[in-house]
């Protein structure tokens, strides 16, 4: 049976996303830090299948190619040109497709935004490095495209427009916050260019942690209705609070991007984040930066009614704590309840404050 496609499952329901790929395999010791770019489908295949694994088995609905800031510009600063975009993009697409098999995955393509914009080549030329993304993914038979990450918003109305011309269903997505893009263009005023470009899901991802990408939807939601437009929705936010950050999110904190955890969210944080967006009306719910597969599990247990069903790997994971009633210990034995977890503002386990921001989303 053929697979049900991208605008189906939004109609019908909610799309959980995957979380990130590049901190995660950073971590892991497969990418470099500073580079973000994917040699490991080549050098660790192994490594990159394992994490689509988990974020599978966590309920993830797609797979998203590993193909960040696989452009061939961006490939020749970074690391010499080792392997092409093609090389690359060939082996992302074989690795999300066999792991998308082993569920009822789709496989989302990726597309970056390029040094072409920003060296000022226009149009032609920064369509011409995202055709060259494209066609490795055209050619290895993805089920859509995601084109993300870019902060201005011109480059991403080209870049949907190329993505177009495939002819698969187009989720575009900006690293923006409520301040907008770095031109100074609004949230709404993006979300509005994107859907007049011709995204069919648009939305935030990345940079910002989930309260203020749920800042961001919600002005960009208020503009496409103010115009009639009617786009999916979708939000990919990072793993790590970085309120306060400017417009360049968690880049502005110095512990960006190589002491991050005692900003990382918890389960239950994400459990608050899927609601909202969710109550807010977006459809299409995942995490990028941060984002490991036991977040990806936890939006895809908040909206187990609404999917139907739980994820695989909630077999070894009862929601809001209840599996831990038995442990030898009274005191933690204690805490197999939702009102602990819910209600807990964890410390850092330094001195100084506790982290108690995410209080705002309740
Ligand atoms: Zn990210």
């Not at 993006?190 to 309260?211: E, H, K, S, T, Y």
């Not at 936010?237 to 960006?256: A, I, K, V």
């Not at 190589?258 to 900003?263: G, I, P, T, V």
Request: with cysteine; proline share 4%.
């Amino acid at each position: 049976m053929p697979k049900k496609g991208l605008l189906e499952r939004l109609r019908d329901g909610v799309v959980t996303g995957d979380g990130g790929y590049v901190m995660a395999l950073e971590k892991r010791g497969f990418v470099k830090a500073g580079n973000w770019t994917p040699e490991a489908v080549i050098e660790h295949p192994e490594a990159v299948k394992q994490l689509h694994r988990e974020f599978l088995l966590a309920g993830s609905d797609v797979l998203q190619t590993f193909t960040f800031f696989s452009t061939d510009d961006m490939l020749d600063i970074k690391n010499g040109q080792k392997f092409s975009c093609s090389q690359l993009n060939d082996n992302a697409c074989r690795l999300a497709h066999e792991v998308a098999a082993e569920g009822d995955a789709l496989v989302a393509g990726g597309i970056t935004h390029s040094q072409a914009y920003l060296q000022g080549k226009g149009k032609a030329e920064v369509q011409a490095v995202a055709r060259a993304q494209l066609a490795a993914l055209m050619k290895n038979k993805v089920d859509f495209l995601i084109v993300e990450y870019y902060n201005i918003i011109e480059e991403i109305e080209w870049a949907i427009e190329e993505a177009k011309k495939c002819g698969l269903p187009v989720a575009a997505s900006m690293c923006i916050g409520k301040e907008g893009d770095v031109t100074g263009v609004s949230p709404g005023d993006c979300a509005v260019r994107m859907a007049r470009a011709g995204a069919d899901v648009v939305g935030v991802n990345c940079l910002f942690d989930p309260i203020m990408t749920i800042d961001a939807i919600r002005l960009m939601k208020e503009a496409l209705d103010a115009q009639g437009l009617r786009p999916f929705l979708m939000t990919q936010p990072n793993g790590f609070f970085s309120t306060g950050t400017d417009r360049y999110g968690y880049l502005s904190c110095p512990e960006y991007p190589l002491a991050l955890e005692s900003r990382t969210v918890t389960r239950f944080d994400v459990h608050k984040y899927a609601r909202a967006a969710y109550d807010l009306g977006v459809r299409y719910i995942g995490g990028c930066c941060g984002f490991e597969p036991y977040h990806v599990r936890a939006i895809a247990e908040e909206l187990a009614e609404e999917r139907g069903k739980l994820p695989a790997s909630s077999a070894k994971h009862e929601p809001w704590g209840a599996g831990i009633w038995n442990s030898k210990y009274q005191f933690i034995s204690a805490r197999a309840n939702r009102e602990h977890w819910e209600n807990l503002v964890p410390a850092t386990g330094r001195p100084g404050p506790a982290s108690s921001h995410f209080k705002e989303l309740q």
